[in-house]
């Protein structure tokens, strides 16, 4: 992979009740760009409630050099659903690398050169993640969401664990096709969050991960309390029962 630059896919889930993801898709395009010039591939997979998520993404694709690929499903699908419905697609499995994503965060520029890199530069690495915090322009804003807390510890924590050592982060990571290809969300395990289940899939099948720590997204936190209660109980519930990474 070091002799040619790989073919990549970004997949996003998508539930939303506007249309609000264009600040989200002008940062990936920049990212995007800073890391090639050549085409990708784009895949949503949508249960919002009308289309007005997927025709804000067919206007952006129609003005980029990018390959769009939507799925809508007529019903809300939790995320892990949504992203096995992705890893399945032709375009994602025929991808060299696949970089699954949110829809409301945004990427600095060299997001994607980072992320990808530790994919290219050591081949012995399945799937590499990197860290979420804090929107910058967040804390220019009057009062802090409880969420804040939980994003900043996340930044913290990541900068602190070995590279080789990889924490639970959904909301930006890459992988090779091959480990794709293999790999789905069990479903009906509610209480465990999509991204202990991909730290847990890594540790029991003995890959190779690193922790992109220089492949920052931003995001804004959790409206409420209550919000960030429920993530943090349900994530270190997951946590305490996952076995520990290899």
């Not at 898709?25 to 760009?33: G, N, P």
């Not at 804090?134 to 070995?162: I, V």
């Not at 991960?209 to 936190?221: D, I, Q, R, S, Y």
């Amino acid at each position: 992979m070091k002799n040619h630059t790989p073919r990549l896919a970004v997949v996003v889930p998508s539930y939303s009740l506007t249309t609000q993801m264009r600040p989200t898709l002008d940062s990936l395009t920049t990212s995007i760009r800073e890391f090639t010039d050549l085409e990708w591939t784009f895949i949503l997979v949508d249960s919002s409630p009308t289309l007005g998520p997927v025709e804000e993404v067919q206007k952006w694709t129609s003005e980029i050099n990018c390959t769009l690929v939507v799925e809508h499903l007529d019903l809300r699908a939790i995320m892990k659903v949504a992203l096995n419905v992705a890893f399945q697609k032709p375009e994602t499995l025929s991808s060299d690398i696949v970089i699954v994503t949110n829809d409301d965060v945004l990427f600095r520029h060299d997001t994607i050169t980072n992320l990808v890199n530790h994919l290219i530069n050591n081949e012995e690495i399945s799937i590499a993640v990197g860290v979420a915090t804090l929107d910058e322009n967040y804390s220019k804003l009057k009062g802090r969401r409880a969420g804040a807390w939980q994003l900043q510890f996340n930044k913290q924590l990541a900068h602190n664990l070995p590279n080789d050592s990889i924490r639970a982060e959904g909301s930006i990571w890459a992988a090779r096709g091959d480990f794709i290809s293999g790999f789905r969300y069990p479903i009906g395990s509610g209480s465990i969050s999509d991204d202990v289940e991909l730290a847990t899939f890594v540790s029991t099948n003995g890959l190779s991960a690193a922790n992109a720590k220089n492949a920052v997204v931003l995001k804004v936190p959790t409206k409420g309390f209550k919000e960030f209660s429920q993530q943090t109980r349900r994530f270190q519930k997951a946590r305490s029962e996952a076995p520990p990474l290899k």
